[in-house]
């Protein structure tokens, strides 16, 4: 692979201030998106209601002591789950950051199960042995939120390897920050993914802070996509606050890696609406950058994609209303779900044989 | 003298050996403007600036061999890992490196610089936040490991620790850090890496504990006191290398060991301790040496029931004092 099927959407986009603007090829991306149907677009509108109202929901349980540890939310990146992870196919492979409630909703995984995960209930995912940092569901080839930074990345990488193996056509799909990309682990997989072609597609969520560290103090490289060309990765950055630039961009993507391509790389540019976790006051960003990025918001957008298709806003407002009904019904479920019983201390330390 | 936090002691210690020797710098990812995650070096930044106090990538490896380098090369760093269970990614370099360097060099290269890092339970942080790492790391000869088990300490020690010539890993147990609090002198003083100190004086049993169990260690041997049962307190505080007459002074006296430990039991600190006591103490035994430590599961789970059940606490200390005693 060249350097030059690098591509850029804003490569001299000026660092920590960086702008989501279109993709070059953005504007064909919309139209390849417009073959989808209004009432698949209606789904995903639904689903990212559904990611901010289950984390609105998870951060007051916070805040009242019923959610307890760390709560990563991921307001404001909606739109890149739900355009990565829909250009998947249910038997491709999902790996995930600790920031994981966004993509196991997308993902199709019992938001109750999930709400009852942050409430330590033994009707969780993980039976309220991870909490919000490590949604899992097996049947749904989503394996898991990782909390030690840019540690899963290679694990993606042996998913891919496995599927290589079995011959299957089966990608994996992980999904990891701008600040991991600075880490050794990084580079690591890369390489290896790429000398052994295998079917991985990268997804850096690019919210270009790692904690109160901001991309450039930490980053030799603010342009993330950029470092995939040290494993001559085709690379490209998308507009992360648009469902569907993501979408369009990454189904080619996963087909390339599908297809025995090796692997792809995408940085989607975005910024989270709050601190890095609930506990954090975010004192470190300027409020005025913050506003702009909102004014960008990726619901809002798919808001405004439908009803340029004819969906009227009362449509929209009983899915709103559809998504309330479904959150009294997340929260009932997780507040009146059994804890886990002390006596399970010690289940699940060794598998046993078959 | 005024009553602080673990914590402010922690802050104390460094705004200080910053002020008192400008080789010292901090390292880790945070540590600057926003004064680090527990807030540890809050105000440090504005104080000493960007050559002094910097954010580091997302990189525990090279936080840590980049101060081995540093430190090689004349500078004193102090490296902050976020929390303990960050730490294994720079594992290679702690024990592979900066411990081996100056015995493998015949004496000639030091490697003078401090890990920092938060460790333990109970706060709700599930299995990547809670993690006790010292069994792993007391394991290697060359390495220091210190654990304070009070603000007093907390200052006299990582100023020791600052200024030893050896790489020391240095523990917070980060549920005390606003928890723990006590009187803190202002000003230069230390207390040196090595002696164990007798926190409590007593007659009936010996508990060798340190870091956060040393707190409720004094609070369930209060409560036993109540009921008679004269504890005495062994508050290690250095690990490696271990005061062991400490240890066994206090031993002779009591003839009964109980080793509290939040890390889990199997291997943990207090094993050694353990064989400590019954190879040289054992013709003052009289009773079985009793262990209280996390148990054997891979992590601290999330769910709060089974966290609480998981950590030791002054109430299953006392329990497990009373067995002893009346053993
Ligand atoms: C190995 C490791 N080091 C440090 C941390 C603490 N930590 C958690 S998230 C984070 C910042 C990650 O930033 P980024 O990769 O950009 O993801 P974002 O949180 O912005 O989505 C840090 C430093 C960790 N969990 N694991
Ligand atoms: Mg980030």
Redesign the pocket.
């Known amino acids: 692979m060249s350097q030059s099927q690098v591509s850029s959407a804003a490569p001299d986009a000026a660092v920590g201030k960086k702008t989501a603007r279109p993709a070059r090829n953005g504007e064909a991306a919309r139209q390849e998106t417009e073959v989808i149907d209004t009432a698949t677009l209606k789904d995903w509108y639904r689903q990212m209601v559904l990611i901010r109202r289950f984390e609105e929901e998870a951060r007051a349980a916070y805040q009242q002591g019923k959610v307890g540890g760390f709560l990563?939310l991921y307001i404001g990146e909606e739109a890149i789950a739900i355009g990565a992870i829909h250009a998947l196919r249910p038997e491709d492979h999902i790996v995930t950051?600790?920031?994981d409630h966004g993509h196991a909703i997308a993902r199709g995984l019992d938001p109750r199960r999930l709400m009852a995960e942050l409430y330590g209930k033994e009707t969780g995912v993980d039976k309220g042995r991870g909490g919000s940092m490590h949604f899992a569901d097996v049947t749904k080839n989503f394996w898991g939120g990782y909390?030690?930074?840019?540690?899963h990345l290679t694990i993606a990488v042996g998913l891919a390897l496995a599927a290589q193996r079995a011959n299957e056509k089966r990608v994996a799909m992980v999904f990891?920050?701008?600040?991991?990309?600075d880490?050794g682990e990084f580079y690591e997989c890369l390489n290896l993914a790429a000398v052994w072609k295998l079917p991985v597609v990268f997804v850096c969520?690019?919210?270009q802070?790692?904690?109160g560290v901001a991309i450039s103090k930490a980053s030799a490289v603010t342009n993330v996509y950029q470092k995939a060309s040290m494993a001559n990765i085709p690379a490209q950055q998308v507009n992360g606050m648009d469902a569907l630039e993501v979408y369009a961009a990454v189904s080619k993507l996963v087909e390339e890696a599908r297809n025995g391509g090796g692997p792809r790389f995408v940085e989607a540019l975005c910024y989270?609406y709050q601190g890095?976790s609930v506990a954090d006051p975010d004192k470190y960003r300027d409020k005025d950058t913050l506003e702009e990025w909102k004014q960008r918001d990726a619901i809002e957008r798919m808001r405004g994609v439908l009803e340029a298709r004819g969906v009227m806003a009362e449509d929209l407002s009983l899915v709103n209303a559809d998504v309330e009904r479904e959150i009294k019904e997340v929260l009932a479920f997780a507040e009146s779900s059994p804890a886990p019983d002390v006596s399970t201390l010690f289940d699940h330390i060794y598998a046993q044989p078959v | 003298m005024s009553e602080k936090t673990l914590i402010e002691a922690i802050r104390e210690a460094m705004d200080e050996e910053l002020a008192r020797n400008s080789e010292v710098f901090i390292t880790g990812?945070?540590v600057g403007p926003r004064g680090g995650v527990f807030r540890a070096t809050l105000g440090l930044f504005a104080k000493y600036g960007p050559t002094r106090i910097i954010d580091s990538p997302?990189a525990?490896l090279s936080i840590v061999a980049v101060g081995i380098g540093a430190a090689m090369n004349g500078l004193r760093p102090i490296c902050e890992i976020?929390?303990a269970d960050?730490i294994q990614?720079a594992y290679n370099q702690i024990v592979n490196e900066a411990a081996r360097i100056y015995y493998r060099t015949g004496g000639t290269f030091t490697v003078p610089m401090v890990i920092r890092a938060p460790y333990g339970g109970g706060i709700g942080g599930g299995l990547?936040h809670s993690q006790s790492i010292e069994a792993t790391y007391s394991h290697v000869p060359g390495l220091k490991v210190v654990i304070p088990s009070n603000p007093y300490d907390a200052k006299g020690l990582l100023k020791s620790a600052i200024r030893d010539n050896n790489p020391v890993l240095f523990l917070e147990a980060k549920k005390g850090y606003r928890l723990i609090k006590g009187e803190v002198p202002e000003g230069d003083y230390t207390v040196p890496i090595g002696p164990a100190n007798v926190t409590r004086e007593g007659t009936d049993l010996t508990v060798y504990a340190y870091g956060m169990m040393h707190f409720y260690c004094q609070q369930a041997a209060e409560e036993v006191g109540k009921e008679g049962i004269s504890v005495e307190l062994v508050d290690l505080r250095t690990l490696n290398p271990l005061d062991k007459d400490t240890v066994l002074n206090s031993f002779k006296k009591t003839g009964k060991a109980l080793i509290v430990y939040e890390d889990n039991r199997f291997l943990g600190y207090g094993a050694e301790i353990a064989a400590i006591l019954a190879d040289e103490g054992f013709n003052y035994m009289d009773a079985p040496i009793m262990r209280l430590a996390g148990p054997d599961v891979p992590g601290v789970p999330y769910s709060h029931p089974l966290q609480d059940w998981f950590m030791p606490g002054p109430k299953k200390i006392a329990d497990a004092m009373r067995k002893l005693a009346a053993y």
Do not use: C, K
């Not at chain 1, 909390?147 to 540690?151: H, R």
């Open positions: 990563h950051h600790y920031r909390a030690i930074v840019a540690g990891f920050g701008d600040g991991s990309t880490n969520e690019n919210n802070y790692g904690m989270r890095h | 990812e945070d997302l525990e976020q929390f960050f990614p990547y």
